[in-house]
């Protein structure tokens, strides 16, 4: 069967009686938002390696904080709330990372210093051997 055996009426149409009951036809408008526009990253495990290791002045849970709120932000479509979020998030985290990095080469700068000025003190230094302690002291005591 083709259509052309179905005659309808010009003023009526299936499941409805006619024409004039049917109700105007609207068009649909789908809000894309920024399309092409990447979402603002969380940084939520850089934050939480930051938390974990040091955390010096809470900068880590701070940073880890932020990244929680930009991903709340992200899901509830807010994106300047979740960019601001995210901003101060990385910032957190990068001077926490920075002072991360920079307390253990201090101490291994330290420890370079101190192995130098052990090893051109007089002679040798036997700081394991018997009188090592003494010697030490010694070396500190002037």
Same mark, same amino acid.
């Given at each position: ?44 495990? &850089? ?13 880590? =849970?701070?940073? +880890? ?17 979740? *960019? ?6 990385? &910032? ?13 080469? +201090? =101490?291994?700068? +330290?420890?370079?210093?101190? !192995? ?8 040798? #230094? %036997? $700081? $394991?051997?018997? %009188?090592?302690? *003494?010697? $030490?002291?010694? !070396? #500190?005591?002037?």
């Amino acid at each position: 069967m083709d259509n052309a055996t179905y005659s309808y009426s010009t003023d009526c149409t299936p499941l409805t009686n006619c024409k004039s009951a049917r109700k105007p036809a609207g068009s649909t408008v789908v809000n894309m938002g920024a399309a092409g526009k990447k979402p603002p990253s969380d940084y939520l495990v &850089w934050s939480l390696c930051n938390t974990l290791y040091v955390n010096f002045c809470c900068l880590g =849970f701070m940073a +880890l904080i932020y990244s929680i709120k930009a991903r709340d932000q992200k899901t509830l479509g807010d994106m300047r709330a979740a *960019q601001e979020c995210s901003d101060k998030a990385k &910032w957190y985290n990068i001077l926490a990372s920075g002072w991360n990095m920079l307390v253990p080469l +201090l =101490f291994l700068g +330290l420890l370079v210093l101190l !192995l130098v000025h052990l090893g051109s003190s007089e002679g040798t #230094f %036997d $700081f $394991f051997g018997e %009188d090592g302690f *003494q010697s $030490f002291m010694k !070396l #500190f005591g002037r």
